[in-house]
């Protein structure tokens, strides 16, 4: 099948997946502002199947599928030209498993609020509390519909006009446009039937962030990964939740910025 996607710029490709019911406007949204200041690049940001305006027909009825269109797209799209992997919550476990099946051309891997070692959402270790506002600012949801303030305060641990603004902008949009008979069917068989870190450890240049108040995936999971990644930098955010990259853009592009010095670097 043929997914949507969005370029941006030109170089070493950046082949950027979005996390569950979102769009392309999520990784977007969080990573043009780091290519701004950094030339070089060719941003592919794709539209995973069901979502966006990448559609799913009835074959796409797995993770595996899922992750059969990506592939296709990356052999289709850049054939053996060797890129770089960013992923954010499901799409940074779907990124984890493009790193593997095509290992020898990542040049690295990043992840944002990925999913960690339990796929199960009935079995992750989440935070005791299961949300936590620390910038509270009521007057942030003015001006969205009530729908959306409802999705946004449930989840930002910094509540501002621009957080609730980016919200609206980057992740809202997408989850109204997913097609929710595809999204059902897949999540049927949410988890990939081979785990990404089987074989060999991957040892280029990666970046795990995590939020300390993620109550989506949490941040005790993700720990267990470093053994497969000995390259990997790894933060638990404080002040972070799920879309930590909407709490903390400042550090944010920061640890980001210093993954591609690492993987420029060697």
Known sequence: MTLHVESRGDGVPVLALHGWTADHRLMLGCLEPVFADRP???RLYPDLPGMGRSPAPPSIASADDVLAAVLDLVDTVLGDEPFLVV???YGGYLGRAVTRARRDRVLGLALICPLGTVVDRSRRTLPARAVQVLRPDPS???GLDARTAEAFTEMAVVQSPE?????RDEIMTGVD??????????ERNWELSVV???GPAFTRPTLILTGRQDQQVGFVDQFALLPHYPRAT???????????????PALFATLTHDWLDRVTSG
Request: zero cysteines; aromatic letters at 8%.
């Open 140 to 142: 942030a949801v003015a």
């Open 163 to 167: 957080t609730a603004a980016r919200f």
């Open 177 to 186: 446009v997913a097609d929710p008979v595809a999204i059902t069917r897949i």
């Open 87 to 89: 992923g954010e919550s």
């Open 40 to 42: 070089g690049y060719r």
């Open 234 to 248: 790894f933060a638990v955010v404080d002040v972070a939740g799920h879309n930590l990259q909407l709490d903390q």
């Open 196 to 198: 990404p870190e089987t």
